[in-house]
């Protein structure tokens, strides 16, 4: 059976481990890290190293693009006392998704999935929402999926204690950190 290529954007190497589990049988996978709301640099750092670590483990390519810090701050003004999951939270989705369809579509790889979706403090239906968006307006295709669904994210707790992973405590943007 030939596989078809997919695209996952990695938000860290936890949550990346039970989404890989789940797409790996189906697609061939690329890995895109691209997070420029992950605060600070040293958190930044950890999680990179993670998601790096589980890629190698697994021998699956990881892209990772930085910069975007400014876009993020700009799309952050204005709304820093927003909720989690509110309207920050969905323009940061966007930032993430649009640059990982632009790099999909450069790489001709038709189909993008993002690991976001396995967080319990992530509306699904809210990336899902962003992602047929984009692929509107993009021409790449947006595999829509609740990754925490069927135990999803009790796995990806698992998995990362099981391979020795770091796991952060806090979405990855500053205003996230707040108690």
Not at 80 to 89: D, L, S, T
Not at 154 to 161: A, E, I, K, P
Request: charge should be neutral.
């Amino acid at each position: 059976m030939n596989k078809r290529s997919l695209l996952l954007h990695v938000c860290c190497g936890p949550c990346a481990t039970a989404v890989i589990e789940r797409l790996a049988p189906d697609y061939d996978l690329t890995l895109l890290w691209f997070n420029p709301n992950i605060q600070p640099a040293k958190e930044f750092a950890r999680r990179l190293q993670a998601a790096e670590e589980w890629a190698a483990r697994l021998a699956l390519p990881l892209q990772v693009q930085t910069g975007g810090e400014d876009a993020f701050e700009a799309l952050a003004r204005g709304l820093e006392e927003e909720p989690e999951g509110g309207e920050r939270c969905r323009r940061c989705y966007e930032l993430r998704l649009r640059q990982a369809m632009l790099a999909a579509k450069e790489a001709g790889v038709p189909l993008v999935a993002t690991t976001l979706s396995i967080s319990p403090h992530k509306s699904a239906e809210a990336i899902s929402e962003v992602g047929r968006k984009l692929a509107q307006e993009l021409g790449v295709g947006f595999l829509e999926a609740d990754f925490k669904q069927e135990g999803g994210f009790q796995r990806s707790v698992t998995l990362s204690r099981e391979g020795g992973l770091y796991r952060q405590r806090y979405c990855g943007c500053r205003f996230s950190m707040r108690p």
